[in-house]
Nanobody, 112 residues
Framework: QVQLVESGGGLVQPGGSLRLSCAAS????????MGWYRQAPGKQRELVAT???????NYADSVKGRFTISRDNAKNTVFLQMNSLKPEDTAVYYC??????WGQGTQVTVSS
C-alpha cells in the first residue's frame, strides 16, 4: 500500500510563505497525478492544485499566482510552495494521489 506523508505546515504571518512536501512510498508515484487539497474548519475539503506525471498543473482560482505545485519523480515527492499567504488560506492541507491515496494532513495557520 502506497503511503503519503506530508510535512512543512506551521504558523505564518499574512504575506509570508510556506513550502509543503509530500513523500510517497511505492513506484506508482511516477505515473500518478498528484495534488493538494485543503479543509478549513466547518468547510468542505477543496482542491488546491494538481500536477500530472507530465508536469501539467491546475490550480484553484483562489490560489492562482500565489501557490506553485511541483514534483520530483526521482524522490517520489510533491511540493506546494505557498507565497503571499492570507488568513483564509488557514486549513489542514492534504496530499492526494490519483489512486485515491491521501496523506494524514498538515496544519497551515496564517495569522498575525
Amino acid at each position: 500500500q502506497v503511503q503519503l506523508v506530508e510535512s512543512g505546515g506551521g504558523l505564518v504571518q499574512p504575506g509570508g510563505s510556506l513550502r509543503l512536501s509530500c513523500a510517497a512510498s511505492g513506484s506508482i508515484f511516477s505515473i500518478a497525478t498528484m495534488g493538494w487539497y485543503r479543509q478549513a474548519p466547518g468547510k468542505q475539503r477543496e482542491l488546491v492544485a494538481t500536477i500530472t506525471s507530465g508536469h501539467s498543473t491546475n490550480y484553484a482560482d483562489s490560489v492562482k499566482g500565489r501557490f506553485t505545485i511541483s514534483r520530483d519523480n526521482a524522490k517520489n515527492t510533491v511540493f506546494l510552495q505557498m507565497n503571499s499567504l492570507k488568513p483564509e488560506d488557514t486549513a489542514v492541507y492534504y496530499c492526494w494521489g490519483s489512486w485515491n491515496g491521501w496523506g494524514q494532513g498538515t496544519q497551515v495557520t496564517v495569522s498575525s
